[in-house]
T-cell receptor, first 112, second 114 residues
Framework: GENVEQHPSTLSVQEGDSAVIKCTYS??????FPWYKQELGKGPQLIID?????GEKKDQRIAVTLNKTAKHFSLHITETQPEDSAVYFC???????????FGTGTSLTVIP | KAGVTQTPRYLIKTRGQQVTLSCSPI?????VSWYQQTPGQGLQFLFE???????NKGNFPGRFSGRQFSNSRSEMNVSTLELGDSALYLC?????????????FGQGTRLTVV
């Protein structure tokens, strides 16, 4: 089955700096890659996603890039703010169903 | 539009008991997936239901089961609870099945087995 690896596991940045989280996947059949933000005591919140026919997608301060050949995808957060502090999960999904394979999460701390 | 609603939010059960968790998806969404989240194993897929049929199943024992009703609401059941079943159980709602579809999560049900 699919194996998703996520790095780093923890990340601390100064407010205003950028944060980058990287994921790799193993199954070339995966074609949908969402990113989720999970705050303490809450369920994961979808923040951005990308499909395999697109190389990059941006939404305000958040961007995601996908390299299908290398099976890498990354989340970029610019101008970080304290409210960006949370655990971020990447995921990969094959085209056969709504089963998501999640990375192990990155705990992001933005220091004011 | 109301989000995904999971009830109850918290549960404490004793080993050997069974438990039923409920999930109401976003209005109009017909796919409901369930995940188990633990510190050690992370987020793991349990199963997906679409139009009252189980579409996919993860690698969990048969003690974990689910169903979906005609109004798309879903329940999952865990029988003969073990201490290791303590986890946050998350439900995700999607408008369709077949892959490549956004999934929106509820707040989860925190199950503690003692």
């Amino acid at each position: 089955g699919e194996n998703v690896e996520q790095h780093p596991s923890t990340l601390s940045v100064q407010e205003g700096d950028s944060a980058v989280i990287k994921c790799t996947y193993s199954d070339s059949a995966s074609n949908y890659f969402p990113w989720y933000k999970q705050e303490l005591g809450k369920g994961p919140q979808l923040i951005i996603d990308i499909r395999s026919n697109v190389g990059e997608k941006k939404d305000q301060r958040i961007a995601v890039t996908l390299n299908k050949t290398a099976k890498h995808f990354s989340l970029h957060i610019t101008e970080t703010q304290p409210e960006d502090s949370a655990v971020y999960f990447c995921a990969a999904s094959p085209n056969t169903g709504n089963q998501f394979y999640f990375g192990t999460g990155t705990s992001l701390t933005v220091i004011p | 539009k109301a989000g995904v609603t999971q009830t109850p939010r918290y549960l404490i059960k004793t080993r050997g008991q069974q438990v039923t968790l409920s999930c109401s998806p976003i209005s109009g969404h017909r796919s409901v997936s369930w995940y188990q989240q633990t510190p050690g194993q992370g987020l793991q897929f349990l199963f997906e239901y679409f139009s009252e049929t189980q579409r996919n199943k993860g690698n969990f024992p048969g003690r974990f089961s689910g169903r979906q009703f005609s109004n798309s609401r879903s329940e999952m059941n865990v029988s003969t609870l073990e201490l290791g079943d303590s986890a946050l159980y998350l439900c995700a709602s999607s408008p369709k099945t077949g892959g490549g579809t956004e999934a929106f999560f509820g707040q989860g049900t925190r199950l503690t087995v003692v």
